[in-house]
Nanobody
Framework: QVQLVESGGGLVQAGGSLRLSCVASGSIFRINRMGWYRQAPGKQRELVATITNLGSANYADSVKGRFTISRDNGQNTVYLQMVNLKPEDTAVYYC???????????WGQGTQVTVSS
């Protein structure tokens, strides 16, 4: 079992910045992928960004150039630096960990990000 604890959400004005953090603990495989997804009211959960244990990152087109994902493997922590935030970025952001090889996936409880115009 894996536990994911997110932090760093909040309310920010358009154009502002936030940094999300997610700490993982438990049965974490060496080869894994961590990432962030988000879900706005009335919409499906969507990928924001992911990063493998080797540092290979992937971003949704809507956040490229504004969001940066990074991780600290020693601390089992993944970060999402968000700049130039837009009202359409408003959503609950969820941390995800995928143990590659056995395909087990885990979710955090979510952290609210609200961007006012």
């Amino acid at each position: 079992q894996v536990q994911l604890v997110e932090s760093g959400g909040g309310l920010v004005q358009a154009g502002g910045s936030l940094r999300l953090s997610c700490v993982a603990s438990g049965s974490i495989f060496r080869i894994n992928r961590m990432g962030w997804y988000r879900q706005a009211p009335g919409k499906q959960r969507e990928l924001v960004a992911t990063i493998t244990n080797l540092g290979s990152a992937n971003y949704a087109d809507s956040v490229k150039g504004r969001f940066t994902i990074s991780r600290d493997n020693g601390q089992n922590t993944v970060y999402l630096q968000m700049v130039n935030l837009k009202p359409e970025d408003t959503a609950v952001y969820y941390c995800n960990l995928l143990n590659i090889g056995i395909g087990s996936a885990y979710w955090g409880q979510g952290t609210q990000v609200t961007v006012s115009s």
